[in-house]
């Protein structure tokens, strides 16, 4: 599976950005997949989940009520929405694919079977 990131860029603290993953090769319909970012001299961290069905979610902490995860079958596409964005939130964001099938969630970088390229978000405060 190939995965495309894109939606990333520049907005003021406040405002909001929606990132897109796509897949292709094949369709991930049955795998759960996740976004997980990287701040500059900081290790990749979880922010969100969605299970394979796309009826469960999952937040980190620190994104929880801002950060929404949503997944559309029909594209093979994977979507973050980010309101209230936070200078704290600027980072290069990755979605992943789980590399096993049928779990709920994917909130460990060691679940990950595919990576997409990342795309870069930034907040000025």
């Known amino acids: 599976v190939q995965l495309q990131a894109s939606g990333g860029g520049l907005v003021q603290a406040g405002g909001s950005l929606r990132l897109s993953c796509a897949a292709s090769g094949r369709t991930f319909s049955g795998n759960a997949m996740g976004w997980f970012r990287q701040a500059p001299g900081k290790e990749r961290e979880f922010v969100a989940t969605?299970?394979?069905?796309?009826?469960?979610?999952y937040y980190a902490d620190s994104v929880k009520g801002r950060f929404t995860i949503s997944k559309d079958i029909a594209k093979n596409t994977v979507y973050l929405q980010m309101n209230s964005l936070k200078a704290e939130d600027t980072a290069v964001y990755y979605c992943?694919?789980?590399?096993?099938?049928?779990?709920?969630?994917?909130?460990?970088?060691?679940?990950?079977?595919?990576w997409g390229q990342g795309t870069l978000v930034t907040v000025s405060s």
């Open positions: 992943a694919a789980d590399r096993g099938l049928y779990r709920s969630r994917l909130k460990d970088t060691s679940q990950v079977g595919s």
């Open positions: 969605i299970s394979w069905t796309g009826g469960s979610t």
